[in-house]
């Protein structure tokens, strides 16, 4: 959005960043040789729906797609905040795969112009005791941070500020960490 | 709102004319306005709280508020604003502040209790619009400049006439009086139109960001009815803040639309159901 464009109030929601996505088999791999978290296999994209007929025909189109190749079949599901999650599911080591579904989702939904909806997706880990990890990608800004719940609305910044330490090089990251949005509720993490 | 707004700036114009006579200078007296104008964008924030009484809040205080506005600056790629709450039933909300890493969003208590959450956040988005357009920087300086104009004119007229002075017309103080005002007459509407401008665009931004216009349509139906309802004294005391308000706190049928600082309701459902259609539309 330029400024004169804001400055004139005709501002357009920005476009997504789609590709930087791809970088994360790479992050997945120093995740696992440097801290021992392993790819859940579970992955998500989260958009906002927009009112209209256009938008929930693509929607049918996007899981159609999806589910076309023959694995699980996405699960969509609605947060307390009105945005919509697609969850996908993948053997825990393809994370390649994991990462062109959810690629899938963002193209199609690129393609029929809602690409100023989506809001982030999220590669899911498991930690040594269990301990989730999510490594959240923000479409807007192009860039992730880890995300780690902790029960109740709390989340372990040790261990997030551990990660972003790991991964820097094979992501690029988030460095305003008060955009480091809590996803709560974002299923299947 | 209009009466009063005139008036004070007839007042205005007098301090300033004021300052010129007794100091025989414009400089003294255009620093004078320029020096309130501007402190009135740079302190806008804490002006506009305090005159709500407003308080800013946390994310503990309020975890949803802030949890909705969180997502949207995310989804809009902006710096968050800051969140405050005003403890007062009259449904409203207001963005105020010098740029976009100093605003300030503030919804009030009665808001919060009457819109369901798809309607605050449409709220909410057209406020994140306002901060994202600069409108409080917009609309300072289009204010300013009127006032200029109109004191230029003044000052331009008293010593440009004062040199060939008729004895046998009319007095000159009177026509430079009535000039001055008749500048400020037109840059007053002309900063209206603009203002109403920038609420439509506003609206539409909003809408194109949360990709819902018709829970902001039904947010500004249900704040308007309540506003007709609510007792106007209450309404008066929050008179000077409805320039940043997202609708007016007093009847727009009292006033010519023209002096109108938002456009009427019909007008804004309109704008959104465009927006509504061209989401609705296939690629």
């Known amino acids: 959005m330029s400024f004169w464009d804001s400055l004139l109030g005709r501002s357009k929601p920005k476009q997504a960043n789609l590709d930087a996505l791809f970088a994360v088999p790479h992050a997945a791999l120093t995740l696992q040789?440097?801290?021992?978290?392993?790819?859940?296999?579970?992955?998500?994209?989260?958009?906002?729906?927009?009112?209209?007929g256009a938008f929930s025909t693509m929607q049918t189109d996007i899981r159609a797609l999806l589910d076309a190749d023959g694995g699980p079949a996405v699960e969509r599901s609605q947060d307390g905040f009105g945005f919509t999650w697609l969850l996908t599911r993948h053997d825990a080591q393809d994370v390649s795969g994991l990462v062109t579904d959810l690629h899938a989702v963002n193209s199609t939904l690129e393609n029929h112009g809602f690409g100023s909806s989506l809001l982030c997706?999220?590669?899911?880990?498991?930690?040594?005791?269990?301990?989730?990890?999510?490594?959240?990608?923000?479409?807007?800004r192009g860039t992730f941070y880890p995300f780690a719940p902790a029960g109740d609305q709390r989340r372990d910044n040790s261990l997030e500020l551990q990660v972003r330490g790991l991964v820097g090089d094979d992501v690029p990251l988030e460095k305003e960490l008060d955009r480091w949005l809590a996803i709560w509720g974002a299923p299947g993490l | 709102?209009?009466?009063?707004?005139?008036?004070?700036?007839?007042?205005?114009?007098?301090?300033?004319?004021?300052?010129?006579?007794?100091?025989n200078s414009i400089l003294i007296g255009a620093i004078v306005v320029g020096g309130l104008a501007w402190a009135q964008w740079y302190f806008s924030d804490k002006m506009a709280l305090a005159s709500m009484r407003a308080r800013v809040v946390t994310p503990e205080q309020a975890p949803e508020l802030h949890a909705m506005i969180d997502r949207l600056v995310a989804l809009a790629d902006m710096p968050k604003p800051r969140v405050a709450i005003a403890d007062t039933e009259l449904p409203n909300a207001f963005a105020t502040g010098?740029?976009?890493?100093h605003s300030v969003v503030c919804v009030t208590t009665g808001i919060l209790r009457r819109l369901d959450a798809d309607e605050l956040e449409g709220v909410l988005s057209h406020e994140l619009a306002h901060v994202a357009h600069r409108d409080v920087a917009v609309m300072t300086v289009a204010s300013a400049l009127g006032l200029l104009a109109g004191f230029i004119t003044r000052w331009g007229l008293y010593f440009g006439g004062g040199r060939d002075r008729n004895s046998n017309g009319v007095p000159v103080w009177l026509v430079v009086w009535l000039v001055s005002i008749l500048v400020y007459a037109i840059s007053f509407v002309l900063t209206r139109t603009l203002s109403r401008y920038r609420e439509l665009s506003a609206d539409r931004s909003?809408?194109?960001l949360t990709g819902k216009p018709s829970a902001l349509a039904s947010a500004l139906t249900k704040i308007s009815g309540d506003m007709a309802r609510i007792p106007t004294r209450d309404l008066r005391a929050a008179g000077s803040m409805n320039a940043f308000f997202i609708t007016p706190a007093i009847k727009s049928e009292q006033f010519m639309s023209i002096f109108a600082t938002h456009p009427p309701l019909d007008r804004r459902l309109e704008n959104l159901a465009k927006v509504s259609a061209d989401l609705g539309r296939p690629m």
């Open chain 2, 98 to 101: 010098r740029s976009p890493n």
């Open chain 2, 206 to 208: 909003g809408a194109y």
């Open chain 2, 1 to 23: 709102m209009g009466v009063v707004g005139f008036l004070l700036v007839v007042l205005y114009l007098g301090v300033g004319a004021a300052l010129v006579v007794y100091s």
């Open chain 1, 121 to 140: 997706s999220y590669v899911g880990f498991t930690g040594p005791d269990d301990t989730p990890l999510g490594l959240v990608y923000l479409y807007k």
């Open chain 1, 33 to 52: 040789a440097g801290a021992g978290f392993a790819p859940t296999g579970v992955g998500a994209v989260c958009y906002r729906e927009n009112e209209g």
